[in-house]
C-alpha cells in the first residue's frame, strides 16, 4: 500500500495550538470552534479534555477538528464547564494515538490533563532519568515528561508540582493544563511560543492566537507574560512568575508564517506586519518589473507590502486549490511528479510576457521554489525575480517548528546567486535582518540583545540545546530498552 505523504514538506510547519476554557457550561463545543481556528498550527490530530464537576472526559483523535469534533454526539459526551484541547503537528513523537494530546494522568490529588505547544531541549535527558527511576512511559511525546515530573514531585499543590517539574525542564512551550479546580496556563521564561489571555462573559480562556478568541466572540484581555503562570479556578485568576526574569525571545517566524493574518501577536496584527515586511523588501531589493505576484496563501500580504511600496501591480498571479489536503496519496511516480500543481497553478493570462515579481515567505529546502518558478516560466513569464519576505533559513528550529535537518536546508548550501540558480529565478534576494526587525518594530537587532528569536537565520538560540550536546538523539522509543 502506498504510504500518504505530507504534500507540503517544504515549509516550516508549527507543532501545535492549545486552547483552553474555564467557567462557561459548554466548555467543549467552544473549545472545539477554539481549536477550529487554530487548525492552520497542527493538523495531524486534535483532542479535548472536559471535566464536569465529577469525571473527566476525553476526546482524541486523529485528522481535523472538524473531522472529529463537528457531531454533536461527541460533543455531548464532552460535558462541563472546563476543557482544555489541542491540535498537533507532530515535531517529536510519532503520528499515533498514544501521542495525541491532552494528555492525562490520574494522581493522588486527582486527575490531570496536559496540552503543551513547543518543544522541550533536554526532554530526552530528563525521560532517561525518569525511566531509570521507574516511570514507564506511555507516549513518546516530551510532553508526558512534565507529567511524570510533577507525579514524583514532593509538593502538596498541583501547581507547586507543575512549578517544581517545569524548574527541571528546558525548552520552549506554552501549555494548558485542567485539574479539578483549576485550569492552568505556562509560557517559558523567554516567551518563545504564544499564549493569549481572553474573556468570554464570566468565562476565561487561554489560547495560541486570538484568532481562536474572535470564533467565539471573546475579549482579548492581554497576552501571558513570558515565564508566567495563570491559575484560574471559582475565585478568579492568579498570576505566579516563579522563574527567574529573562530578555523576552518570541519566536519571530510567528510573523513572517505561522500566525494567522488576523491574529494580534505582542500587540501588532500580523496582517500588518506582513504588509510591513513586503514593504521592506521592495525598499531593500526592487528590481524594474511589470507584476509582483504572490505565492499563495503565504506570500500574499507581503506581496500586497510590496506591491504599495514600489507601485507594481499587484496580480493574483498563481491560484492555489484550497481543496487538496494536508496529505495526498500519489499513488504513481508519474503522479508525484506532478508535484505542485496539486497545489498551484500559474494563471498564464497574466503571466505572459510579464517581468514577474514572485514574493513568498521563505526556502526551505527549495523543491517547492523550483516547481513554482518552473510553473511561471512555463506559463510565459519573461524574467522572474523571487523576493523572500524573510532572511535565508540556514538552521533548523530545535524549539517546536517541524523543520529539516541543517543540511537540507538550501541557504545551508548554497549563497544567494547559488540558489537563484538552483530554484532558476533571474534574480532572488532575501529580506535582511535590519529590514526584519524594522518591520515587527523592534529596536533592531544588535546580535547581544535581539528581542525574538531568530536562531532559524542566525544560529544564536537563546535557550540550551542539551539534548543535542550530548550527541546524537536515539529513536525515544528505544529508552524503553535502555539498560539503566
Ligand atoms: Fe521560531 Fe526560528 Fe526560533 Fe524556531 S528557531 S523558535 S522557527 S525563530
Given at each position: 500500500m502506498t504510504k500518504p505523504r505530507r504534500?507540503?514538506?517544504d515549509r516550516f510547519h508549527d507543532e501545535c495550538g492549545i486552547f483552553g476554557i474555564f467557567g462557561h457550561p459548554e466548555a467543549s463545543a467552544h473549545a472545539a470552534l477554539g481549536l477550529h481556528a487554530l487548525q492552520h498550527r497542527g493538523q495531524e490530530a486534535a483532542g479535548i479534555v472536559a471535566y464536569n464537576g465529577e469525571h473527566f472526559r476525553s476526546h482524541r483523535a486523529l485528522g481535523l477538528v472538524g473531522d472529529n469534533f463537528s457531531s454533536e454526539e461527541v460533543i455531548r459526551r464532552l460535558p462541563g464547564a472546563m476543557a482544555i484541547g489541542h491540535v498537533r503537528y507532530s515535531?517529536?513523537?510519532?503520528?499515533v494515538l498514544r501521542n495525541v494530546q491532552p494528555l492525562f494522568a490520574d494522581y493522588e490529588f486527582g486527575g490531570l490533563a496536559i496540552a503543551h505547544n513547543g518543544n522541550l531541549t533536554n526532554a530526552y535527558a530528563a525521560r532517561k532519568s525518569l525511566v531509570r527511576r521507574g516511570c514507564i512511559f506511555q507516549?513518546?511525546?516530551?510532553?508526558e515528561t512534565i507529567i511524570h515530573l510533577i507525579a514524583i514531585s514532593?509538593?502538596?499543590?498541583v501547581v507547586d508540582r507543575m512549578i517544581d517539574a517545569l524548574r527541571q525542564l528546558e525548552g520552549a512551550y506554552s501549555l494548558v493544563a485542567l485539574t479539578r479546580e483549576n485550569l492552568i496556563g505556562v509560557r517559558d521564561s523567554l516567551g518563545i511560543r504564544p499564549l493569549v489571555l481572553g474573556r468570554f462573559g464570566e468565562a476565561y480562556i487561554l489560547a495560541s492566537e486570538t484568532c481562536a478568541l474572535d470564533i467565539i466572540g471573546a475579549e482579548f484581555v492581554r497576552d501571558v507574560e513570558p515565564g508566567e503562570i495563570i491559575v484560574i479556578d471559582d475565585k478568579g485568576l492568579r498570576s505566579i512568575k516563579p522563574f527567574a526574569k529573562a530578555r523576552s525571545r518570541f519566536c519571530i517566524f510567528e510573523y513572517i508564517y505561522?500566525?494567522?493574518?488576523?491574529s494580534v501577536v505582542l500587540g501588532k496584527n500580523v496582517y500588518e506586519v506582513r504588509k510591513r515586511i513586503g514593504a521592506e523588501l521592495a525598499r531593500e531589493s526592487h528590481v524594474d518589473a511589470d507584476l509582483v505576484v504572490p505565492v499563495p496563501d503565504s506570500g500574499v500580504p507581503a506581496a500586497i507590502g510590496y506591491a504599495e511600496q514600489s507601485g507594481v501591480p499587484f496580480e493574483i498571479g498563481i491560484i492555489r486549490?484550497?481543496?487538496?489536503?494536508?496529505?495526498?496519496?500519489?499513488?504513481?511516480d508519474r503522479i508525484r511528479h506532478l508535484g505542485v500543481r496539486l497545489k498551484h497553478n500559474a494563471n498564464a493570462a497574466y503571466l505572459r510576457d510579464k517581468r514577474v515579481i514572485l514574493i513568498d515567505d521563505s526556502i526551505v529546502r527549495g523543491t517547492t521554489s523550483v516547481k513554482i518558478v518552473e510553473m511561471v516560466r512555463r506559463a510565459g513569464a519573461r524574467e522572474i525575480h523571487m523576493r523572500i519576505?524573510?532572511?535565508?533559513?540556514r538552521e533548523s528550529c530545535f524549539y517546536g517548528i517541524d523543520t529539516p535537518d541543517r543540511e537540507k536546508l538550501l541557504a545551508a548550501r548554497y549563497d544567494v546567486e547559488a540558489m537563484a540558480g538552483h530554484i532558476g529565478a533571474d534574480t532572488l534576494a532575501f529580506l535582511s535582518f535590519d529590514g526584519l526587525y524594522r518591520a515587527v518594530g523592534?529596536?533592531?537587532?544588535?546580535?547581544?540583545?535581539?528581542?525574538?528569536?531568530d536562531a532559524c537565520f542566525s544560529?544564536?538560540?537563546?535557550?540550551?540545546l542539551s539534548d543535542r550536546e550530548e550527541g546524537p538523539i536515539p529513536h525515544q522509543l528505544s529508552l524503553l530498552a535502555e539498560p539503566g
Open positions: 504534500h507540503d514538506n515535531t517529536t513523537g510519532e503520528t507516549s513518546t511525546s516530551d510532553t514532593h509538593y502538596s499543590t505561522f500566525a494567522r493574518p488576523d486549490n484550497h481543496y487538496v489536503g494536508r496529505t495526498f496519496i500519489e499513488p504513481t519576505s524573510s532572511p535565508p533559513i523592534g529596536a533592531g537587532r544588535d546580535g547581544e540583545n535581539p528581542q525574538y528569536c544560529g544564536d538560540y537563546p535557550i540550551k
